[in-house]
Structures are given as structure tokens and as C-alpha cells.
């Protein structure tokens, strides 16, 4: 029957726009020495919020991002449950060669294993007995809180996985195009190289942490096909391109997980709405409320968060050229230290402190030590 109810939710789900940059990050690279999932969304739909479904007879309990008008929130775009198990995906489009219509159904997919999924290969399950075609063609990325991670590169028939153990580097990055797809085809080769080369000097250090993901990955304008950051260029207006933050994105997401053993509970999700360089942090834990100014308690069922953040986008994208957004940078980033991002990124990093305050206490409470 769950099944049934499944197929009827993919005739009414919604089409929309969809892109996005992500990556997979070990714990054995990671500055706390547990693995990170991160999503940088890319969509039309501007408006989000975060919400917890509470756990039934059959299902887990779980907090997960939604679009502002999922009202019943059938469709989760990232999130974890209380295992420990954390689901998001990108979009690909280098990997459909069927003639299968009802697609965009990643949402419900990623809700189905929220509901079920404790371990990466109760994930990899579940892809198997979902009834195809799956009206999906996505880069799945999961970690477990037995510290295991993976990307499943999945179309309508069937996946490629890409382990995290196998990962050189314990990095995996993905961003619109399947590794295992067709060459040269899909979107996001530039994002996936920026965020590659901004990553790389932390890999090399074992010190990637959530706070580099949100702070310094999806809001710096770093561009790989020229190799240059444009971040602090001095530039007023730059055009919007394949940097990571583009005006087409509307939250970043880590879901920083545990060690092995650990409580599940300890999973701790951080979340930035809107669009990300004018985003506030918000640190979300399933054994508390989710912050009220991330759920949708404002008009309309948005954020409040989110509807601040866009509002500072649209002053950040108020100039047209030629149809393309163009890029205030001084409105973000100037000398007199006055940007948005430069003081919100002051401000999150004093939310990122007393978070870790918060998740110590209840480490100790929950009777595991840190490591």
C-alpha cells in the first residue's frame, strides 16, 4: 500500500528549476572527526523553511528543508532522522535515456528513506525495491552514524554508487552532472572545480568543518575557469555566473553526524535559509524544537529567516544587464567591513561556538565521550 501512496504522490508533485553544489565529507578530514553531508540548493523556489515530523508506529522520527509551500511536507530536499541517518540530493542531466515524463520525484524519494533508512545500505535497499520507473535523475548523498557516506549517481532503472571509503581524499564533491553519465553533458563542471579548490588546503589539514561549508564555500566568488576569487576584487557589479552562491540559490545546509557509537541524537544540522551569502546560522537538533524563525511561521507559511535573507538578495541583485542579475559587491563585501556577508559571518560565527557549547553539554549527557 505504501507504495500506492507513493506512485500518487509523484502524479501530484510540482516541477520546478533545480541545481545545486554538494559534497560528502570523512571524518577523517573533517576538524571535529565526524563526516559532514553539505547541500549549497539551487532553485526556483526562493522560499524554504525546516520542519520535524514526528515518528509513527513505522516510521523514524526526522527534520528535514522544505519548500515554504509543502504545507504537508511530502517533499524533503535534505535532512536526518533519529538514527543518525542524513539524505540530500543535486540534480543531474547527463544521465536520463528513457522516455519516462513523471519525473522531479526526488523529494518523496529522499522522505521515503527519512521515514525507513538507519544505514547507507538501507538507502541502497530501498533504491532497489522502490517501484520503478523512480521519476528520478539525481546525485543522492547519505551518511550513516556508523561514520559511512556515499553518493548513488541514480536514474529511472537503476545507480552507480560512489563510496566514501574509496574516496582518496574522504572528499566527495558532486554538483548537476553524473560522474558515471554521459561525458561533457549534465551542468556544474565550474561549481564542482570551485568548490574542489576551496576545499583543498583544508583536506590537506584534516580541518573541513561545517562552518568552512556555509562561511567560506557558499559565499565566496571564486571562479575556476579563470582561477580567480572575485570575492574581495573591488568590483562593484559582476555578472551572476557559475560561482557556488548564484541568485538562483536559496539555503545552505551541513549535517555534521557522529562517531561511531555515539548517539544518533548528537546529529546536529546547520542551517542557513535564503540565499546564502546574506544567510544567519541556525544549528537544529532533533531532542529540541526547531528554531521557530526557521519553520514556517510567518505569512504565507515562510521563514522568517528566509524571507530577511532573500529581501538582502533582491537589494544585492537590484541591477539588470542586458537580462543577466548582476552582483552588488560592495553591498556584500567592502572596506569598511560593513557587507553583509562580513557581518553575518561574524554573527554565525559566535552561533557556530555556542552551538558546539550546546552539542558538549549534551555529549556529556548522553554519557560519550568526545574524542
Known amino acids: 500500500m505504501k507504495y500506492v501512496i507513493f506512485m500518487v504522490l509523484c502524479v501530484m508533485s510540482c516541477v520546478g528549476l533545480h541545481a545545486c553544489t554538494s559534497a560528502i565529507i570523512s571524518g577523517r578530514v573533517s576538524a571535529t572527526g565526524r563526516p559532514l553531508l553539505w547541500k549549497h540548493r539551487d532553485t526556483s523556489k526562493q522560499d524554504n523553511k525546516v520542519e520535524r515530523v514526528a515518528a509513527t508506529d513505522s516510521t523514524f522520527e526526522y527534520v528535514a528543508l522544505y519548500n515554504a509551500d509543502d504545507t504537508d511536507c511530502r517533499e524533503a ?135 568552512l561549508l556555509t562561511e567560506t564555500l557558499s559565499r565566496q566568488f571564486y571562479y575556476s575557469r579563470d582561477d580567480k576569487d572575485f570575492t574581495y576584487s573591488e568590483k562593484q557589479l559582476i555578472a551572476d555566473q557559475e560561482f557556488i552562491p548564484r541568485y538562483i540559490s536559496t539555503a545552505t545546509v551541513v549535517i555534521e553526524g557522529v562517531i561511531d557509537g555515539e548517539s544518533p541524537l548528537l546529529t546536529t544540522m546547520w542551517v542557513g535559509l535564503g540565499y546564502p551569502p546574506c544567510a544567519e546560522i541556525r544549528a537544529v537538533w532533533l531532542d529540541e524544537d526547531v528554531p521557530a524563525e526557521l519553520r514556517g511561521s510567518g505569512d504565507d507559511g515562510h521563514s522568517p529567516l528566509c524571507d530577511a535573507a532573500v529581501a538582502r538578495r533582491d537589494a544585492v541583485f537590484s541591477t539588470t544587464l542586458d537580462g543577466k542579475h548582476r552582483i552588488d559587491l560592495g553591498l556584500l563585501y567592502n572596506r569598511q567591513g560593513t557587507g553583509f556577508c562580513q557581518k553575518l559571518i561574524e554573527a554565525n560565527k559566535r552561533t557556530y561556538s555556542q552551538g558546539y557549547r550546546v552539542i558538549a553539554r549534551k555529549r556529556e549527557a548522553y554519557g560519550k565521550p568526545d574524542r
Open 77 to 211: 530536499w535534505i535532512g536526518y532522522n533519529s538514527q543518525g541517518f542524513a539524505v540530500m540530493n543535486t540534480a543531474v542531466y547527463n544521465l536520463k535515456d528513457d522516455t519516462v515524463t513523471c519525473m522531479d520525484k526526488e523529494g518523496l524519494v529522499m522522505t521515503e528513506a527519512l521515514k525507513c533508512c538507519v544505514t547507507v545500505g538501507d538507502f541502497e535497499l530501498l533504491l532497489r525495491r522502490l517501484p520503478k520507473p523512480l521519476g528520478v535523475e539525481a546525485n543522492f548523498g547519505v551518511i550513516d552514524a556508523q561514520g559511512n557516506g556515499a553518493y548513488f549517481e541514480t536514474g529511472n532503472y537503476g545507480f552507480v554508487k560512489f563510496d566514501l571509503a574509496d574516496a582518496e581524499d574522504g572528499v566527495l564533491v558532486r554538483s548537476n552532472y553524473a560522474h558515471s553519465g554521459r561525458d561533457g553533458e549534465g551542468k556544474g563542471y565550474a561549481r564542482e572545480a570551485n568548490a574542489l579548490h576551496m576545499l583543498e588546503p583544508y583536506i590537506d589539514s584534516c580541518s573541513v568543518s561545517a562552518e
